[in-house]
Structures are given as C-alpha cells and as structure tokens.
C-alpha cells in the first residue's frame, strides 16, 4: 500500500510530465482539498483519470480538438521551506540548514508536502505558515512560506505506553525495567504495528521513518542512536522518564505487571540458596515467572541509574523490586 508522501510525489512527478510536454491538467478541487480524510481518496482518482486525461477534458478546454491558447490550469503550487537543525537528517543534503523553494500538488496539506521531503509528521513541533500557527491538515498555496520546528521540550500527549518495532528489543527492555507498559515482539508486522499504535495510542518506537508517515499512528518517535543505552538515554530526555518510572515492576518477558506474591506459596519453586537469602518476591500472571533481587540487581539499578539520571537508590530498599526470574 502507497502512503501519501509516495501519492503526492506520483502525482507531482504526473503533473510536471503533463505540463512539459504541453498537456492539459486536470486539477483536484477545492471540495476534496478542505476535507480531512478524503485526500488519498482524491488522489486515488486523480492518478486513474491522468491515465487519460484528455478523454475527461471540459469542452471548455479544447477548441475544435487543439488546446485552446489560453494559460491552463495550473496543478502544482510552489512555496518556500525552511526545517529546524534537528530535523536537518531527514531531509536532502541541498535542503539543510536553509531556505528553498518546492512545488507540490495544489491539493497537498502541510503533512502531504513535509512528509514527502522526508520528515515524518510524529517529528513535527510547531508549524508557521506567513508568520502565523499552522497545522498539519493546512492546505499549501502559492507562495507560503512555511517554517518547520522540531517539537522544543518533552511531549507524550497521552499515557506513556510504548510499541517498539522488530530492531529495538534492547531498548524495550530497558523500558520495562524501568516500569513503562512496553510491546515488542521479534516479527511484528508494520500492519499490526499501525493497528496497535491506534487502537491503543501506543508511541511508535523506530528507526523506519516511512513507518511513521502513517496515518493510524498519531504518537511516534524515530530513534536516533543505535547502542541500547544511548537509546535509552535519548528517550528518558525527550519524555522525561524520570518522573513516571516504577523501576522492575513489570514483566521484562511479557511486558504485564507483577504482583508480591507469599514466600510460601512459590518455595517450592525456589533453589535452596535463594529461598534462604530472599524473604520478598513478585510474580507475573501472564508467564507464571517469579522474581526477586538477584545477585545481578546492583549492576542494573547502577546502569539505568546512569542512563537516566534516575535516582536508583531508594529503589533498591523495596524489597519486591525483581530481577530475577524463577522457571
């Protein structure tokens, strides 16, 4: 399935063929333009009726079967660009870091035409068209100039509650660690991803930048570092982690909460070393995991502690805090 960047450049890349080569065009209306929703539709029929555009030509256009001399319609519109340094990397070599003119289709939207010169719209801040707030579902006309911020401090707009797709299992699971509701699975399709991402208003964790573009996710976030660590930090400053984490309180195998569970209910499940150190235990529903503080559990509140700037240490009196499971 096309996204509507790849629409919107085949119906550019159409237009441009059309008028050079002395065509009419023809010119998707206002009506379609002003209505959210119905732009793929519309660009949909515009690329099937320019498969033969004169067998749908107004008579008004012809004369006696020539082209009339009159200027035709114009279908592209040209404005000016200009994109924040921290969105420079998704944008062509030639277009960073100034000002520069780009033509596109005259029923394209802020989203249409940013998206197609390669920024997702999930990395989009504040937008200013003429010296004026704009957003994304804003039609380009002739001659704006439009300004394109990256978003200037910490946003979530909504529950942090994470989906990472098939590259970022390192840093899902250090977000489970630290508490926060996040699914990962190895093979998770793009289909079931945008599925999720909108049925459950889930963050979109990637480093697709076409998987963004997409309309079902609405909350997205393409990830810059490639080290697990480095991810993570990275995350913790754009969404200010610190203040919401609940570290190792969630299943780092399942993603589900755990609950205390009795010592005596699960000892026989323990080894004998283990059930003479430990007094406190947690439990997941979903995979019948036990944890506890194993020998290992200093190392980690020491490493997200310093990834996130989190204070580890009161963490480390809550006896329930797991770490370790138990088959």
């Known amino acids: 399935m096309l996204g509507e960047d790849q629409l919107h450049r085949a119906l550019e890349y159409r237009a441009r063929r059309t008028l050079a080569g002395g065509e009419p065009v023809i010119e998707l209306g206002a009506l379609y333009a002003e209505k959210p929703g119905e732009a793929l539709a519309a660009a949909l029929q515009v690329l099937a009726l320019m498969k033969n555009t004169r067998?749908?030509?107004?008579?008004?256009?012809?004369?006696?079967?020539?082209?009339?001399?009159?200027?035709?319609t114009r279908f592209m519109n040209s404005a000016r660009f200009h994109f924040s340094a921290e969105l420079s990397r998704f944008l062509r070599p030639e277009y960073r870091g100034r000002q520069?003119?780009?033509?596109?289709?005259?029923?394209?939207?802020?989203?249409?035409?940013?998206?197609?010169?390669?920024?997702?719209?999930?990395?989009?801040?504040?937008?200013?068209?003429?010296?004026?707030?704009?957003?994304?579902?804003?039609?380009?006309?002739?001659?704006?100039?439009?300004?394109?911020?990256?978003?200037?401090?910490?946003?979530?707009?909504?529950?942090?509650?994470?989906?990472?797709?098939?590259?970022?299992?390192?840093?899902?699971?250090?977000?489970?660690?630290?508490?926060?509701?996040?699914?990962?699975?190895?093979?998770?399709?793009?289909?079931?991803?945008?599925?999720?991402?909108?049925?459950e208003n889930r963050i979109v964790l990637t480093r697709d930048r076409d998987l963004l573009k997409c309309r079902d996710i609405a909350r997205g976030y393409?990830?810059?570092?490639?080290?697990?660590?480095?991810?993570l930090r990275e995350m913790a400053a754009r969404y200010r982690l610190a203040g919401e984490a609940r570290p190792f309180t969630r299943c780092l195998h399942c993603n589900l909460p755990l609950a205390p569970v009795a010592k005596a209910d699960i000892a026989h499940r323990l080894p004998p070393k283990v059930a003479a150190?430990?007094?406190?235990f947690t439990h997941c529903a979903g995979c019948d995991r036990v944890y506890w503080p194993?020998?290992?559990?200093?190392?980690?509140?020491?490493?997200?502690?310093r990834i996130t700037q989190i204070a580890m240490a009161e963490t480390t009196q809550q006896p329930s805090a797991p770490t370790k499971p138990a088959a």
Not at 57 to 71: A, I, T, V
Not at 112 to 124: D, Q, S, W
Not at 149 to 170: C, I, K, N, S, Y
Request: contains cysteine; proline residues 4%.
């Open 100 to 199: 520069f003119a780009y033509s596109c289709a005259r029923a394209a939207n802020l989203k249409n035409a940013i998206e197609a010169l390669g920024v997702p719209h999930t990395e989009v801040g504040e937008l200013v068209v003429n010296g004026e707030a704009a957003t994304l579902q804003r039609i380009v006309r002739e001659g704006d100039e439009i300004e394109v911020l990256a978003p200037r401090e910490a946003r979530a707009d909504g529950p942090l509650v994470f989906l990472a797709d098939a590259h970022l299992g390192g840093l899902a699971r250090f977000l489970r660690m630290l508490g926060f509701d996040t699914l990962y699975e190895q093979r998770i399709a793009d289909a079931e991803i945008r599925r999720l991402a909108h049925a």
């Open 222 to 231: 393409y990830v810059r570092a490639l080290k697990p660590e480095a991810q």
């Open 294 to 305: 194993g020998s290992h559990y200093a190392r980690m509140c020491s490493v997200l502690g």
């Open 55 to 72: 067998a749908h030509l107004c008579p008004s256009w012809m004369h006696h079967g020539r082209p009339e001399s009159k200027s035709r």
């Open 277 to 280: 150190l430990h007094e406190a």
